[in-house]
Nanobody
Framework: QVQLVESGGGLVQAGGSLRLSCAAS????????MGWFRQAPGKEREFVTY????????YYADSVKGRFTISRDNAKNTVYLQMDTLKPEDTAVYYC?????????????????????WGQGTQVTVSS
């Protein structure tokens, strides 16, 4: 069984920063990408960012570009999300996701159905 465990959520004032972590454990699996999605109350789950495991390439949603940074630690099977200059509209449950299926260099994997494993989510609340 593959497990993704997120940590690092919390309450922060607008303009502040948070760092989320997601550790993958359990049955060994070949992950081709890991990323983050978020879901605000009453809204659909939306893409935030992902990193391709083979070469570290990254892709961001326009709404977070320049403010959020995804990084990884291969040895720890962990991906991080550094969130800076947070805004109230960033408030959501943040979910870690991993993709086992192969990827293409030019592909963009921005839908929940593009991912095979999910964490339980961690709440991020940004107050104004």
């Amino acid at each position: 069984q593959v497990q993704l465990v997120e940590s690092g959520g919390g309450l922060v004032q607008a303009g502040g920063s948070l760092r989320l972590s997601c550790a993958a454990s359990g049955r060994t699996f070949s992950k081709n990408a890991m990323g983050w999605f978020r879901q605000a109350p009453g809204k659909e789950r939306e893409f935030v960012t992902y990193t391709r495991w083979s070469d570290g390439a990254t892709y961001y949603a326009d709404s977070v570009k320049g403010r959020f940074t995804i990084s990884r630690d291969n040895a720890k099977n962990t991906v991080y999300l550094q969130m800076d200059t947070l805004k109230p509209e960033d408030t959501a449950v943040y979910y870690c996701a991993a993709r086992r299926r192969l990827m293409t260099i030019s592909g963009r994997y921005v839908y929940p159905s593009d991912y095979d494993y999910w964490g339980q989510g961690t709440q991020v609340t940004v107050s104004s």
